[in-house]
């Protein structure tokens, strides 16, 4: 758990930077789990992680994998660890870094390998997209939106334009200046471009897996808070920034900034844009989910401590439950009426895309995709009469 720190990466020769890494070393060395010939050399303990999280996004479920110093037998009694994490906790800095559960895992353990996915929310101020909560038809509009664009995102997609990219981020940045001279807030809508370009390739790592993207319904965190919509991601990786590009765009097209089309658009390879960053403070790594152990000998090992799969059980559960209703979410209410709103509320009342270059975009993007569409519906016609006459 983590709350308030810089990051999740252990910083070597950083002053005044607390990572959560650099706090959960020291309190597992003071709790006896790593010997002094290993402090500060984590490489020599196998260190590894499930997900990097930067500075100002929370987390309640990552995943840290070492080889510790510890009483194997104690497993038997407490498969949880629930006793380790109890001494470890007694030396992490406050409320803000918690150790829910300590649990047996391979020889060869690396958290980041056996990660098959990762669940994100995102907490989100209703104000920013205009909601009245007064039951009004334009609520409910702005919340359809919100949700169709959130269901534009699941499936395999390539997220290009949803991350940083310096190769275009310079060369929209001059295009901008010159916009802004011109007009004020003007935004260039992009670009779409059918031939490969090799200054600017779209390979594989690019292409992302979104599992799902839903938004439930206004409510607040705590009782009498500021009411919020609770946005979450599932997928099997994200790069970065890339949930706060997605929020960012979601949330103008709820606010009617940009068109839907427009934002599928920005899903496809040929496509250039930048979309709108939200604020990180209130992003946290809800869930991550470990692969079943791969081979028999590790899965008889385990059967009876960790079972077929690292995950929290009922006391690590209850732990996290605990964490997230004693500090993290008083946090994040506190953070939802942050001054940081109403300056990226500004930012966006200052997008004005020019509108031939949004009608050229998404006119390009529409007759792409009407040639994907009947290339996809040829193949499956041949298919069919291949069937067919193989019957």
């Given amino acids: ?3 308030s720190c810089a990051g999740l990466q252990l910083q070597r020769g950083v002053e005044d930077i607390t990572t959560v890494e650099a706090a959960l070393e020291e309190a597992i060395f003071k709790a006896g789990g790593i010997l002094e010939s290993n402090r500060g050399a984590l490489h020599k303990i196998d260190w590894s992680r499930s997900s990097r999280t930067d500075k100002g996004v929370h987390s309640c479920s990552t995943v840290i994998g070492l080889k510790m110093e510890c009483v194997v037998e104690s497993f038997e009694s407490d498969p949880e660890g629930l006793g380790i994490a109890g001494e470890i906790n007694k030396h992490l800095p406050g409320q803000q870094v918690r150790v829910l559960s300590v649990q047996r895992t391979t020889q060869k353990f690396d958290a980041r390998q056996i990660c098959e996915g990762r669940v994100y929310s995102y907490f989100l101020p209703t104000s920013i997209i205009g909601l009245e909560l007064d039951g009004s038809e334009e609520d409910r509009e702005r ?7 959130l269901a534009l995102y699941e499936g395999v997609h390539a997220f290009h334009n949803f991350t940083k990219r310096r190769l275009y981020r310079t060369s929209q ?4 200046r010159g916009a802004k001279r011109k007009g004020g807030g003007r935004v260039t809508a992009g670009a779409w471009n059918e031939e490969r370009d090799e200054a600017d390739p779209i390979t594989r790592s690019h292409f992302r897996h979104i599992f799902s993207a839903t938004a439930d319904d206004p409510t607040p965190l705590v009782p009498g808070g500021t009411p919020c919509i609770k946005v979450v991601f599932s997928g099997q990786s994200f790069m970065l920034h890339q949930i706060r590009h997605m929020i960012g765009a979601a949330v103008a097209v709820a606010r009617g900034t940009i068109p839907l089309d427009y ?14 960053l939200a604020p990180p403070h209130v992003l946290v790594l809800s869930e991550t989910v470990m692969m079943q152990w791969r081979d028999e000998q590790a899965r008889a090992m385990l059967a009876h401590t960790t079972g077929e799969r690292l995950t929290l059980r009922s006391g690590g559960l209850a732990a996290q439950q605990a964490f ?3 500090v993290l979410h008083p946090a994040i209410n506190d953070l939802l009426q942050a001054k940081d709103w109403e300056w990226w509320e500004g930012v966006l009342q200052r997008i004005v895309y020019d509108e031939a270059e949004m009608a050229a975009f998404l006119t390009s993007h529409a007759e792409s995709k009407a040639r994907l569409e009947q290339h996809r519906a040829e193949r499956q016609a041949e298919a069919a009469a291949f069937d067919a006459a193989r019957a």
């Fill in 1 to 3: 758990m983590k709350l």
């Fill in 143 to 149: 919340l359809r939106l919100l949700r169709e664009c």
């Fill in 324 to 326: 997230l209703s004693e």
């Fill in 263 to 276: 934002v599928e658009g920005c899903l496809r390879s040929p496509s250039r844009a930048i979309m709108p």
């Fill in 173 to 176: 940045r001059k295009q901008g």
